[in-house]
């Protein structure tokens, strides 16, 4: 089985930012947050303007033709894709996901919200 120390080594295959360079990006319309974690952490608090994708179904929301395909990304090609989970883990895995599935402007907040939440 392939341990926690190398999975997390995908880190270097995606563009990480800081929790204080996405907040510059807040306001920015041509960036868009996406909260990876699930629905119940996304209702009780979130980045800015961010939409949930739950990672467990990400590849669902970004393949073509699935039934829960997103078409979001497919109108906004041009977007810069700001992702976002609770520690950094989870976001580090939908990255990548994002970025293998054609996404081409996809970051994640290193540390996630408990890295946000020191800087808000």
């Known amino acids: 089985m392939k341990k926690f120390e190398d999975l997390m ?6 563009e990480n930012i ?3 360079e996405a907040k ?13 974690r ?3 952490s996304f209702t009780k608090e979130t980045i800015g303007n961010a939409i949930n994708l739950e990672r467990g ?3 669902f929301y970004l393949a ?7 078409d979001y990304f497919k109108k906004n090609p041009e977007k810069e894709y700001v992702v976002f989970c609770g520690l950094g ?17 996809v970051k994640n907040i290193k540390g996630g919200m408990a890295e946000w939440e020191k800087i808000k």
């Not at 073509?64 to 997103?70: K, M």
Request: hydrophobic share 30%; net charge negative.
């Open 57 to 59: 179904l990400l590849e």
């Open 18 to 20: 800081t929790a204080e």
């Open 64 to 70: 073509d033709g699935s039934p829960l395909e997103n």
């Open 38 to 40: 699930d629905k119940d």
């Open 9 to 14: 080594n995908i880190s270097n295959d995606i």
């Open 89 to 105: 883990g989870q976001g580090t895995l939908a990255t990548k996901t994002m970025k293998d599935m054609g996404i081409k402007n």
């Open 24 to 36: 510059q990006k807040l306001n920015d319309p041509n960036v868009q947050f996406i909260d990876v």
